[in-house]
């Protein structure tokens, strides 16, 4: 018997990822800020490409007139008389002045608070602003920096996330005011804030429920002495170190479960709204959704903002050559095709965005129509497979995009795909109209949610009242008090 050795050609198909297809992809992945950023890059990297940057609105994506958006005043219009009414036309923007504008808004046709530019800017109090406020009354004013260090100090979930002595070097200060600092922070709301670990947020709610006269009589015995037992969910454990019986251990669960969070940022409500650590302000959105005659039009606000080519200049020396050596020959050649094939990739981002947003705008028309109750079950698949790309291009194209609708609310694209939004609304219309001294329990919320034709389970409901950082009945009886 003899081994020999031999080739042989085979044919077989394989899949390969060509350089191009991964920037391509990578563009369509990009926020609108990163494709900025790439875009000023490769401007300063490759002298071939051209971006003209027009003005546009921050608020709508519309272009700017003057300074002025048109869009704006068409909506701030809306709200006068028939007979005060004004339509601002693009062409009459190119002849009048900012002088002209003030002198009809003298003369009565337009009033000063038709656009408030104001008006589009959040007010909400971020945590770190109310923290602020409290602890600069409460404090000496030679106190007020370390304060304010530690408040910035704060993860999103309200955790120190230095140690005092950290805090004390950088500071030029004694651990010891650190310390008292930070004391005085966590006998503020919400309960639990400033704490350096989970053990110490539970522990310190504790003393905050005690002073509002809820207690539980083993709670704190069980998080100080079976802490990480209490994680596992071992009950036998906890009673027999304790000396507890089995009931008195699952009654300080329960009382844990109910009116403990290890989340205490997320805990804190005022004036109806969560106060998170950073302010909400705005987003650009990247696509826009208007009513038309027709039904609903989309446009790709980027494709608006700038203007993409290859440079003029460059390109008439391209075409009269003669006097250039062949390395300038070369180099020009070679950026003037980097140049083509960046804008062909940022053309074919703005194409699939548009594509995609227009399937979804057929698929959701009923939510732009009548709101989010009315908003249906979207999957990336079901987009894919009618857009005919692959599911993951669609992923990318609406990763940290925000779409504007025709009522001028700005929302992420993540929010067209999320069905249990109109499940959720309907949860917080439920609580928004509840009695206040008697909240409704998850349990009376399943209720209602059937009486309406909803059907979930109430751990369901539970999970989605946690997603909205609402709080438990209890909490917010409390809260109402």
């Not at 400033?194 to 083993?218: F, K, S």
């Not at 080519?309 to 050559?321: A, E, K, T």
């Amino acid at each position: 018997m003899s081994l020999e050795m031999e080739q042989t050609l085979l044919p077989r198909q394989t899949t390969t990822i060509s350089a191009q297809l991964i920037t391509s992809l990578k563009i369509l992945q990009l926020s609108s800020a990163e494709l900025t950023e790439t875009l000023q890059q490769e401007m300063t990297e490759n002298p071939m490409l051209d971006v003209e940057e027009r003005d546009t609105c921050s608020v709508c994506g519309a272009t700017l007139y003057d300074g002025y958006c048109t869009e704006c005043y068409k909506t701030a219009g809306q709200e006068q008389s028939s007979q005060d009414a004004v339509d601002f036309r693009p062409e009459d923007y190119e002849s009048t002045s900012y002088a002209d504008i003030r002198e009809r808004n003298s003369s009565g046709q337009i009033r000063d608070d038709d656009f408030d530019p104001l008006s589009l800017v959040s007010t909400q109090i971020t945590l770190a602003d109310y923290l602020r406020g409290i602890l600069h009354t409460a404090l000496p004013e030679s106190e007020l920096a370390i304060a304010d260090y530690i408040i910035e100090s704060l993860d999103d979930s309200g955790y120190l996330a230095e140690s005092c002595a950290e805090i004390a070097e950088q500071c030029g200060v004694s651990e010891e005011r650190v310390e008292v600092v930070l004391s005085c922070l966590q006998r503020q709301e919400p309960a639990g804030i400033g704490a350096r670990d989970v053990r110490e947020c539970l522990l310190r709610q504790v003393e905050h429920l005690r002073e509002a006269g809820l207690t539980d009589p083993h709670t704190e015995l069980i998080l100080t002495e079976c802490f990480s037992e209490l994680g596992e969910q071992k009950t036998k454990q906890i009673a027999l170190r304790l000396g507890l019986s089995a009931a008195e251990v699952a009654a300080s669960l329960a009382f844990i479960r109910s009116n403990l969070t290890p989340f205490p940022a997320f805990s804190f409500w005022r004036d109806g709204g969560h106060i998170s650590r950073d302010s909400s302000g705005y987003v650009r959105p990247d696509v826009a959704i208007t009513r038309t005659t027709d039904g609903y039009a989309v446009e790709v606000l980027e494709s608006e903002r700038y203007n993409l080519g290859v440079n003029d200049y460059y390109r008439s020396l391209m075409g009269n050559s003669d006097g250039l050596s062949s390395e300038d020959r070369d180099f020009m050649q070679k950026h003037a095709s980097r140049a083509k094939f960046f804008v062909d990739c940022v053309r074919q981002r703005w194409a699939t965005l548009r594509t995609i947003t227009e399937c979804i705008v057929e698929f959701q028309q009923d939510f732009l129509d009548h709101g989010v109750r009315h908003l249906k079950p979207l999957t990336l698949v079901m987009v894919a497979s009618q857009v005919g790309v692959h599911e993951s291009t669609v992923s990318r194209a609406t990763a940290n995009k925000y779409v504007l609708l025709p009522d001028k609310r700005v929302i992420s694209f993540d929010d067209l795909f999320d069905g249990s939004l109109a499940v959720k609304d309907k949860i917080r219309e439920i609580i928004d109209n509840e009695d206040r001294a008697r909240p409704l329990s998850d349990q009376d919320l399943g209720d209602r949610l059937q009486e309406a034709g909803i059907f979930i389970a109430r751990r369901t409901v539970a999970k989605y009242r946690e997603n909205m950082h609402i709080l438990p009945s209890n909490l917010r009886a409390r809260m109402a008090c």
